[in-house]
T-cell receptor, first 112, second 116 residues
Framework: QKEVEQDPGPLSVPEGAIVSLNCTYSNSAFQYFMWYRQYSRKGPELLMYTYSSGNKEDGRFTAQVDKSSKYISLFIRDSQPSDSATYLCAMSFTGANSKLTFGKGITLSVRP | GAGVSQSPSNKVTEKGKDVELRCDPISGHTALYWYRQSLGQGLEFLIYFQGNSAPDKSGLPSDRFSAERTGGSVSTLTIQRTQQEDSAVYLC??????????????FGSGTRLTVV
């Protein structure tokens, strides 16, 4: 079992839909949880970051972490064609020398 | 520069040749990472440099892979005797300290390596 599992998709939705992206993980020591967005032929960029459990909202994006279930989610409201990209979850332990472990990423397409 | 710069952006090489990939991180970022991204495989960790500490080489897939970081800045990833399975996008990232927090990693656009 990989440390971080993410449904590879792809996922196609109509414009305006609510999108739910999810990851599960196996190591309960992960404390930092992030979502990265990657456009074609570009490097990933940080979209949302959460420490430990709880929710965080930023505009149309909401990140949720449920540590008891080892499950994280990213919700996109009122999805736009410009949201079409690959979304990768990432997580790490505490400590200055901890590196990120990424999920495989899911490709989202928002149809106009 | 304002971002992480990688060169070349594309590289086609013959099987068995050596290649060098370059990464110029954001000035002041103490941590530098190399990842490999293959189709359907996500981001695979290769190596991590943090300040003057010994690098974390735990992700390097074989002894054909090596990396250096000179003067705490520019890094070079070297692949010797390239194989077709080395074909992938090689991504470099830099961060302040461990990169877990609000600033995260800043990635370059990657080097797309094709071994023919």
């Amino acid at each position: 079992q990989k440390e971080v599992e993410q449904d590879p998709g792809p996922l196609s939705v109509p414009e305006g839909a609510i999108v739910s992206l999810n990851c599960t993980y196996s190591n309960s020591a992960f404390q930092y949880f992030m979502w990265y967005r990657q456009y074609s032929r570009k490097g990933p960029e940080l979209l949302m970051y959460t420490y430990s459990s709880g929710n965080k909202e930023d505009g149309r994006f909401t990140a949720q972490v449920d540590k008891s279930s080892k499950y994280i989610s990213l919700f996109i409201r009122d999805s736009q064609p410009s949201d079409s990209a690959t979304y990768l979850c990432a997580m790490s332990f505490t400590g200055a020398n901890s590196k990120l472990t990424f999920g495989k990423g899911i490709t989202l397409s928002v149809r106009p | 520069g304002a971002g992480v710069s990688q060169s070349p952006s594309n590289k086609v090489t013959e099987k068995g040749k050596d290649v060098e990939l370059r990464c110029d991180p954001i000035s002041g970022h103490t941590a530098l990472y190399w990842y490999r991204q293959s189709l359907g495989q996500g981001l695979e960790f290769l190596i991590y440099f943090q300040g003057n500490s010994a690098p974390d080489k735990s992700g390097l897939p074989s002894d054909r892979f090596s990396a250096e970081r000179t003067g705490g800045s520019v890094s070079t990833l070297t692949i010797q005797r390239t194989q077709q399975e080395d074909s992938a996008v090689y991504l470099c990232a830099s961060s302040l300290a461990g990169g877990q927090g609000i600033y995260g990693y800043t990635f370059g656009s990657g080097t797309r390596l094709t071994v023919v």
